[in-house]
């Protein structure tokens, strides 16, 4: 059921201290672009509406999010936090509502739920959360008299005594829905040297009627915002930590925490190791007693119990039980590979199902193909499955034997317990149990070489 709430965020920034053509909240963090962790957190609160207010880089975000549940509002240029809280007026439904940058990530719904509930129980028109961080850096000071909240002071405008004050405003808002605050937003005038109104005045506006207040968050951590690819990196490392334990302590070994990235999507089974190197994205599930990397790179990729996969790339494929996956495969979309089978050294397998316990060694591709259990894919084998214009399927019966450096041009079936002979060119259908040779007739020439060294002919 949804809440009597309605949720804002802020996508406005050019994120010029990124450095990129990309807009900031589109950078990934684990594999997911920062707004999307923030959407997630505000999800679990069921608001009313959620509203993404844009700026320059708006058409690009919303391409991003496209059929998800969300309303947009264009604030143009940026002209400031209260003009963007502006923007998104017309959308808004409920009678209270969150305001939050699109670059916190890590923030959790706990502390939105409570800064909710704060606002609620003191009847305020404007509350904000606040910490203590090690480094309060660039944020804006919280002056307090009394216990409550009478100003933000910036930190360009700041006295050295205001300086060290350690509490700062996290940008994480709540107000409510009501003339008054509009009001008092349309007061706030444009200053500085982009001509920007911060929603920061407002504190100082609302606090002599107590209409404003700040709550504390306890971790930072929590808080913390993406400003440049430094914060980004630091973020990452908090993100994939949290996930690493909670891994570990359900029974995952991960030798070297620090040498892994993971979605926070991901499943893992217990006693299933992760081995340095090894990338999990996406929602990428791995069963129990497995072994993956070092050098495994995983994306929405299914993976059953007791496989090993190591210095090998699977992209949406599915592993089952026992299997050997490595080193240097690449599984692409739709590689299905059965139980104990075994693809080794550059073999590369897309849209194609390995039954039970089949054995691809090294060295081949197959594509768009069937291959029956057991049967035996020699090194080199091609399935020539594209003509230029469209795909065809190759079948491989059960305990098929592929000779090496064979190419089989689909759409081609091999029987059952049917032989392919080394090098051959298979274009016709080969019948169960059969022996099929399709390569050209070896030709000797006698003392050639010799010849050709003493120039003749």
Known sequence: MANPLDVVILAVGRGTRMRSRTPKVLHPLAGLPLLEHVLRTTSALTPQRTIVVVGPGGAEIKKAFAGRDLLFADLGEPGGTAAAVLAARPALSSPAFLVLPGDVPLVPPKALSALHDFHRRHSLLASFLTVEPPEPGRCGRVMRAEGRAMRIVSTKDATP???????????????????????????????????????????????????????????????????DRADLARLEGILRARVTTRLMREGVSIPDPGAVYLSPDVQVGPDTVLHPGTHLWGHTQVGEGCEIGPGAYLIDSRVGSGVRVWFSVLEGA????????????????????GPGARVGNFVEVKNATLGEGVKAGHLAYIGDAEVGAHANIGAGTITCNYDGVRKYRTEIGPGAFIGSNSA??????????????????????????ALALGRAAQTIRPDWAKKRREGGK
């Open 318 to 337: 599915l592993v089952e039980e026992g299997a050997r996956i490595g080193p240097f495969a690449h599984l692409r979309p739709g590689a299905r590979v």
């Open 408 to 433: 089989l041009v689909a759409p081609v079936r091999i029987g059952e317990g049917a032989y392919v002979g080394a090098g051959s060119v298979i274009t016709e259908d080969v019948p169960p149990y």
């Open 161 to 227: 005594e205001e300086l060290s004050i350690r509490e700062v405003n996290s940008g994480i808002w709540c107000f409510s829905n009501t003339d008054r605050l509009w009001q008092a937003l349309e007061g706030i005038s444009p200053t500085g040297a982009q001509g920007e109104g911060s929603l920061t005045e407002l504190v100082e506006r609302l606090s002599a009627q107590s209409l404003v207040d700040a709550l504390p968050w306890a971790n930072p951590e929590d808080l913390l915002r993406v400003d």
